[in-house]
C-alpha cells in the first residue's frame, strides 16, 4: 500500500511538549493518520520526509486508521 503524506500539523501534547499530527491518503482516498513525537527516537526517520506529497511504501496499520510509527519497511517512492 501506497500512503501519500496530505497535512501534518503541530499540536500541543497532553503529555508535555508537541508532536506532529500527520494525516495520510491511499490510492482509494481513505484516510489515514499517525502521531509524531520528535523526542522519540523514530522521529530522526521521519523528520527527513515530513513534507506534504511525500508517498511511502511499507507503513503497517496500527488499529483502524492509525499507522504505526514504528514502521520499519517504510521506503520513500515519490518526493516533492
Known amino acids: 500500500m501506497i500512503l501519500t503524506i496530505t497535512k501534518f500539523t503541530e499540536k500541543v501534547s497532553k503529555f508535555g511538549g508537541k508532536f506532529f499530527y ?16 520528535p523526542r522519540k527516537k523514530n522521529f530522526i526517520r521521519w523528520k527527513r520526509i515530513l513534507k506534504v506529497g511525500v508517498s511511502l ?24
Open 22 to 37: 500527520t494525516e495520510f491518503i491511499d490510492s482509494n482516498n481513505k484516510s489515514y493518520y499517525t502521531c509524531l513525537d
Open 57 to 80: 511504501k511499507g507503513l503497517k496499520i496500527k488499529e483502524g486508521k492509525l499507522i504505526d510509527a514504528d514502521s520499519r519497511f517504510m521506503k520513500i517512492i515519490q518526493k516533492t
